[in-house]
């Protein structure tokens, strides 16, 4: 699902970067990623947080994602010439990823699940690309912070078949991921570092 105006107001602007600095800071710390590896970002927007990624763990190769064509052209002109050079772009569907099973090292994911109505078959895909022992970086919110009373009415996000934080995990293990960290805020969202299982 493509963000609505205000959405793209929450998530370009200059907080939601602090924030995914932090967030990477804090996902840095939690686990060691083969120096040289393969990285995907799903839902990358205008590529802040591919910039970051791409800084922190200095990837052999890192695609950044999204639905959105102007999002990636956003992207494009947000990093520059030079860092746009480091670092592939694609117009994909996390429902249908443009990629062999097992390529990736590690998949990043900054808020993204709660935008996609078939959230588990996105996870499947994420689990599906990803190698043994790869790492799931994920950022989610849940509905009590983007379908109250005032968001709702600004906010655009699907309103069937949401996830709270049972419902996600229990996802989660079926994929065959497990938790090495987490962060989370029950009624809010989670923040989370997790392998995927052989």
Not at 27 to 32: L, S
Not at 58 to 73: G, K, N, Q, T
Not at 75 to 102: H, Q, T
Request: hydrophobic content about 40%.
């Amino acid at each position: 699902m493509k963000l609505n105006w205000a959405e793209l107001l929450a998530v370009n602007n200059p907080s939601r970067v602090l924030q995914q600095k932090y967030e990477i800071g804090w996902m840095r710390k939690q686990t060691q990623l083969p120096e040289g590896g393969s990285f995907l970002e799903i839902g990358c927007g205008r590529g802040a947080g591919a910039s970051m990624i791409h800084g922190q763990f200095s990837p052999r190769f890192l695609c950044a994602m999204d639905l959105d064509v102007l999002m990636i052209r956003r992207a494009l002109r947000y990093l520059g010439p030079s860092e746009s050079r480091k670092i592939s772009f694609c117009v994909a569907d996390a429902l249908a990823l443009p990629y062999p099973d097992g390529v990736f090292d590690a998949v990043f994911g900054f808020g993204v699940l709660h935008h996609v109505p078939d959230w588990q078959a996105a996870l499947a895909e994420v689990s599906r690309v990803l190698k043994p022992q790869g790492i799931y970086f994920l950022e989610e919110l849940y509905p009590s912070l983007y379908q109250n009373f005032i968001t709702r009415h600004i906010l655009l996000h699907p309103t069937e078949n949401r996830f709270r934080s049972r419902e996600l995990k229990e996802a989660l293990e079926r994929e065959r991921f497990s938790i090495k960290s987490s962060l989370e805020l029950k009624l809010f969202g989670i923040l989370a570092v997790l392998s995927k299982e052989c």
